[in-house]
């Protein structure tokens, strides 16, 4: 039986090192994309695809991302006085049920397969989704909603993937792929981070994934990998086999926010998209294109 995932965990316990030295007292997850942090539009893909419990696994000098899944009421009286009906909605429309969501602190920053364990025991024994808010995908339906559909039919776990060119290999986990028809790739194998001449495609592992409990003892058992840190995918790599494995190849773009090219891609796409900002954004970046 495939049981449902209803739980999502959001890893924001790095130290967002390649973005300092705005990170330096900000959360990376907090930088916002157009209007919006990042944080937000991952908690929102996951609403969108019925995740019901918000897990955070945060770290040193996270609070503002607990504020802002909070109410403001000063700032909720002031927008009332003011007329504000459409700034309310924005400040509380997204806003996850009261005891909905849950924080726990990964203390040290020991790598993502270490964060997802700091969640053990408030996962508990389901199935459940882990968003890294830096990799934010533009796309028509969600990834995830794609990701939980494509789910419910081959159960187990499931990353989302994409490929990327061979030369970037070592910037991810990569797959070794079996089936690749339609969306799904069956995943063989998993490496984190190979040389472009070892690795055993182009196709990476993206920053969502629905996975079966089991993965925590399998955490608990991996030594500290690349980067001498506690990497999921060694964990992963371990239950190939053990339960069904499978890659989405997701529609829409992923954009790595947790690099400055990437977050500045990202931004001139969200304005390009958004109704109320496409004309002027697109006329700032011809008038700055003439000057090239
Ligand atoms: P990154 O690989 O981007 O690491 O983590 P980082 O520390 O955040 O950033 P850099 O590389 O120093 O610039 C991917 C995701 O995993 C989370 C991060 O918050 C991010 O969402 N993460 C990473 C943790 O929660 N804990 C960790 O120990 C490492």
Known sequence: MIRPVRTAVFPVGGLGTRFLPATKAMPKEMLPVVDKPLIQYAVEEAQAAGIEEFIFVT?????AIEDHFDRSYELEDVLRERDKTDMLEAINSWMPKAGAVSYTRQMEPQ???HAVRCAKALVGDEPFAVLLADDLILSPRGCLVE???AYNKVGGNMIAAMDV???HTRRYGIVKPGKDEDKLVEVKGLVEKPNPAD???RTAVIGRYILQPSVFDHIDAVERGAGGEIQLTDALARMIGEVPFHGLRFSGTRY??????????AN???ALHRQDMRKDAAAIIREISKTL
Do not use: T
Not at 256 to 265: R, W
């Open 59 to 63: 770290g040193r000098g996270k609070h």
């Open 111 to 113: 790598g993502l397969g």
């Open 147 to 149: 990701m939980v559909e």
């Open 165 to 167: 060119p061979q030369e």
């Open 199 to 201: 690795a055993p495609s």
């Open 256 to 265: 790595d926010c947790g690099d400055k090219v990437g977050f500045l891609h």
């Open 268 to 270: 001139i796409a969200f």
